[in-house]
């Protein structure tokens, strides 16, 4: 048995030497093999910087993932995580702490209400029945929260239009 | 006091009205000059008093609405023209 392993294993080197041209071919392969896995250990992360402040950015950041997906090995830089994406400056999430929406489906939005909003510094999805008091529209202004009547497109901030 | 601005608070109810007008006066200086029957259940509190206090009052009023009934509409018309209370009975004096 012990003599059918040996036999094994000088088996084994020789094809690999014969594979891999001597000696030296081997020490190359192993140390090409442990140069691999360090670069796959310690991925070269890529850092692109994204600015969505309006609808019209995000539309572009959508074009330009599907062009980058085009490419087989981008894609997979993203996929492996490679290739990062990062809010910039002028994004809207990252102005305030927290993006997060609060939908407001009956009632009336006072002063309160968007004190609240403004605390967890969300954006408020306002149903067309729902009031929203004048001081509340001042306040939202002054605070910076936007509101967003349903079914309407474009707003500004701090600003409902009727 | 000066009335230089007019509140109102439109609701469905008559005691959500009431409700309205009752938590505006007491939040700000404002006072009720006119409460509206329009039929429908639509009841409105017309107020006079200071731009702030008026937008405080209405404010409030909603707030209270809220709890109560059904807001309808509030507005708010800072610097009211006199000519309003030729056919809107909304002036302090009406």
Known sequence: MSTDNEMLRSLVREA???ALGGPDGIRGAAQALSSQTQQSSKPAQVIEVVSLGSNLDVT?????????AT??????????GELVFQLGNGSVANSKQDSGTTRIDKGAVTESTIRKAAESGSTL???RK???TSLARDKARDLGVTIIREGQQDNQKGSVMR | ???NALGLIETK???????AADAMVKAA??????REEVGDGLVAVVIVGDVGAVKAATDAGAEAVNQVGELVSQHVIPRPHAELNKFFKVGESA
């Open chain 2, 1 to 3: 006091m000066s009335s």
């Open chain 1, 16 to 18: 690999l030497r014969d």
């Open chain 1, 71 to 80: 490419d087989a090995k981008t894609l997979n830089a993203m996929r492996q």
């Open chain 2, 29 to 34: 200086n404002v006072t009720i000059v006119a």
């Open chain 2, 13 to 19: 109810g008559y005691v959500a009205a009431v409700a």
């Open chain 1, 125 to 127: 999805i306002v149903a």
């Open chain 1, 60 to 68: 572009n950041f959508v074009n330009r993932i599907l062009d980058l």
């Open chain 1, 130 to 132: 729902v009031v929203v």
